[in-house]
């Protein structure tokens, strides 16, 4: 979107740094808030363990973790004048120890910042290894400046007022997505006639049924953690990587959801994000929705395809599976 002319800041989604997991004091912070009781179901306990989660580390990164671009310029100082000692002391054990030490700090914290740029980047194709923080930094700064809108036209006038731009944009797709799509009843029951049923009863229960605990953590480190950003900032390293405080429950909300067919609306959010289809768009036309969904609806569509797949070759032709293997697996 554009940049605000107010002079006011504006408020980001919360999102959990993979960062943050270098320090050792957060896997007590999150664990000792994800075990509060709560007496209601799997579905509203992960959700009001993750809103519990989600205040803790925010205010365990403003009081513990801290800044880190401030970190990183308050020793790049305490090395310089460490470094000035050398002219005046000599090279004395005592300030090579101190060196030796802020170096160590330093690279904790470019360590950091690496993670912290790699996590905004869409550089996915670079794999841990020497330094990357500058190409990490340029990468996320051409996709911010690619995907900025910052004018539009709206009948047969240009804005660059974002909370015009904004105003038009939620009114253009609060139109589209309330529109009734769905086939009126009797034409979903003509169609489904027409529908030959290929699939025995013991197949059809075998899609539909309950997943063990196994199943569900097998696709949840099926995934890559750091992909697209999910409306609730819980990202999917978040899950693997406190899986023995949180497994338990976020597979009771997979049963959940095959029990009851619905998931709750807290974990169901998704956002709707503008892709612009060539350079200099200036209509909503030229924009191509796409939705990033939460980390559940990820894990319950993985669970109901895989299991899909095994049914395939009676559904539709050698060639079309090859596809719909392709698409998934991207």
Same mark, same amino acid.
């Given at each position: 979107?554009?940049?605000?002319?107010?002079?006011?800041?504006?408020? &980001?989604?919360?999102?959990?740094? #993979?960062?943050?997991?270098?320090?050792?004091?957060?896997?007590?912070?999150?664990?000792?808030?994800?075990?509060?009781?709560?007496?209601?179901?799997?579905?509203?306990?992960?959700?009001?363990?993750?809103?519990?989660?989600?205040?803790?580390? =925010? =205010?365990?990164?403003?009081?513990?973790?801290?800044?880190?671009?401030?970190?990183? !310029?308050?020793?790049?100082?305490?090395?310089?004048?460490?470094?000035?000692?050398?002219?005046?002391?000599?090279?004395?054990?005592?300030? &090579?120890?101190?060196?030796?030490?802020?170096?160590?700090?330093?690279?904790?914290?470019?360590?950091?910042?690496?993670?912290?740029?790699?996590?905004?980047?869409?550089?996915?194709?670079? #794999?841990?290894?020497?330094?990357?923080?500058?190409?990490?930094?340029?990468?996320?700064?051409?996709?911010?400046?690619?995907?900025?809108?910052?004018?539009?036209?709206?009948?047969?006038?240009?804005?660059?007022?974002?909370?015009?731009?904004?105003?038009?944009?939620?009114?253009? !797709?609060?139109?589209?997505?309330?529109?009734?799509?769905?086939?009126?009843?009797?034409?979903?029951?003509?169609?489904?006639?027409?529908?030959?049923?290929?699939?025995?009863? %013991?197949?059809?229960?075998?899609?539909?049924?309950?997943?063990?605990?196994?199943?569900?953590?097998?696709? !949840? &480190?099926?995934?890559?953690?750091? *992909?697209?950003?999910?409306?609730?900032? &819980?990202?999917?390293?978040?899950?693997?990587?406190?899986?023995?405080?949180?497994?338990?429950?976020? %597979?009771?909300?997979? #049963?959940?959801?095959?029990?009851?067919?619905?998931?709750?609306?807290?974990?169901?959010?998704?956002?709707?994000?503008?892709?612009? *289809? #060539?350079?200099?768009?200036?209509?909503?036309?030229?924009?191509?929705?796409?939705?990033?969904?939460?980390?559940?609806?990820?894990?319950?569509?993985?669970?109901?395809?895989?299991?899909?797949?095994?049914?395939?070759?009676?559904?539709?032709?050698?060639?079309?599976?090859?596809?719909?293997?392709? =698409?998934?697996?991207?």
């Amino acid at each position: 979107m554009a940049e605000p002319k107010n002079g006011l800041r504006r408020r &980001f989604p919360f999102r959990f740094e #993979k960062m943050w997991l270098s320090h050792p004091n957060l896997f007590s912070s999150v664990k000792d808030r994800w075990n509060v009781h709560l007496d209601s179901s799997a579905m509203f306990w992960v959700a009001k363990n993750l809103r519990h989660v989600k205040e803790r580390v =925010k =205010k365990w990164n403003r009081e513990v973790f801290g800044d880190i671009f401030v970190q990183k !310029f308050a020793i790049q100082e305490e090395l310089v004048l460490i470094q000035g000692k050398y002219q005046h002391e000599g090279y004395v054990n005592d300030n &090579f120890a101190k060196e030796s030490e802020a170096l160590s700090k330093y690279h904790n914290i470019i360590a950091r910042e690496e993670t912290f740029w790699r996590q905004r980047s869409r550089a996915l194709w670079l #794999k841990d290894g020497d330094k990357n923080t500058r190409l990490f930094h340029i990468s996320t700064l051409k996709h911010r400046t690619a995907n900025r809108i910052g004018h539009m036209m709206n009948n047969g006038r240009i804005i660059d007022n974002e909370d015009e731009i904004s105003r038009v944009v939620v009114e253009f !797709f609060v139109d589209l997505l309330k529109k009734d799509t769905l086939l009126d009843p009797k034409a979903q029951n003509m169609l489904a006639d027409t529908i030959p049923k290929i699939l025995s009863e %013991s197949q059809n229960h075998n899609l539909i049924a309950i997943p063990s605990k196994e199943e569900i953590k097998s696709v !949840f &480190f099926s995934f890559d953690g750091s *992909k697209a950003p999910c409306p609730d900032g &819980f990202l999917m390293f978040f899950f693997q990587h406190f899986w023995d405080v949180v497994g338990e429950d976020v %597979s009771n909300v997979v #049963k959940e959801f095959f029990g009851a067919r619905s998931l709750l609306k807290e974990l169901n959010a998704t956002f709707i994000v503008l892709i612009p *289809k #060539k350079q200099g768009v200036d209509s909503l036309h030229a924009f191509r929705p796409i939705i990033l969904c939460n980390s559940f609806y990820k894990i319950i569509s993985k669970v109901l395809t895989s299991r899909l797949l095994g049914v395939l070759p009676l559904l539709i032709s050698p060639q079309q599976i090859w596809l719909f293997t392709r =698409k998934t697996n991207s």
